[in-house]
């Protein structure tokens, strides 16, 4: 099956500057990759996602890219805020059943 | 966007009783609706992907017999937590795909608001 892994796990920026978060996958076949943003006790929120036929999408200051051959795709926050501030995970639509798999998540902490 | 509720956003109960969490998707119809578990400051496991009128897939070391999944209808599934023990505690999320999308948006998966399950 497939194995997303996230990097980093805690990620502590001051506000105004940029924050990356980066996953890996390990199955070739997958698709879809969101990204989503929790916060304390709440649901995942689909923030950005993008499919394999694109490389970059852009949502004003959330942006994704994505590597196909290297099997790696990145989250970029600009220009970030402390109400940024939250769990962010990364995750693949398998091939089986329409599945996602999760990375472990990262903790950002925005500080004003 | 699509909307899933869950219920009840809490429940405490006491070791031995089986719960009952409810997962619905409010204005679309979903045939797959998967559940997932969450433990605090860790990501979300899949648990199982609930498909509508037949049995469920359970992933591995999830056990089918104590975590008991039915989807008799395409804006329903329920999860019930057999012989509960503190242990089981946890964050319970449902989520949903909405087969009637098409384009950019068919993969996107909708999220419950999740179950706070305590027990005793």
């Known amino acids: 099956g497939e194995n997303v892994e996230q990097h980093p796990s805690t990620l502590s920026v001051q506000e105004g500057d940029s924050a990356v978060i980066k996953c890996t996958y390990s199955?070739?076949?997958?698709?879809?990759f969101p990204w989503y943003k929790q916060e304390l006790g709440k649901r995942p929120q689909l923030i950005i996602d993008?499919?394999?036929?694109?490389g970059e999408k852009k949502d004003q200051r959330i942006a994704v890219t994505l590597n196909k051959t290297a099997k790696h795709f990145s989250l970029h926050i600009t220009e970030t805020q402390p109400e940024d501030s939250a769990v962010y995970f990364c995750a693949a639509r398998g091939s089986t059943l329409g599945r996602l798999y999760f990375g472990r998540g990262t903790q950002l902490t925005v500080w004003p | 966007g699509a909307v899933v509720s869950q219920h009840p956003s809490w429940v405490i109960c006491k070791s031995g009783t089986s719960v009952k969490i409810e997962c619905r998707s409010l204005d679309f119809q979903a045939t797959t609706m998967f559940w997932y578990r969450q433990f605090p400051k860790q990501s979300l496991m899949l648990m199982a992907t609930s498909n509508e009128g037949s049995k469920a897939t359970y992933e591995q070391g999830v056990e089918k017999d104590k975590f008991l999944i039915n989807h008799a209808s395409l804006t329903l599934s329920t999860l019930t937590v057999t012989s509960a023990h503190p242990e089981d505690s946890s964050f319970y999320i449902c989520?949903?795909?909405?087969?009637?999308?098409?384009?950019?948006?068919?993969?996107?998966?909708?999220f419950g608001p999740g179950t706070r399950l305590t027990v005793l």
């Open positions: 989520s949903a795909r909405d087969i009637g999308l098409a384009g950019p948006s068919y993969n996107e998966q909708f």
């Open positions: 199955d070739s076949a997958s698709n879809y």
């Open positions: 993008i499919r394999s036929n694109v």
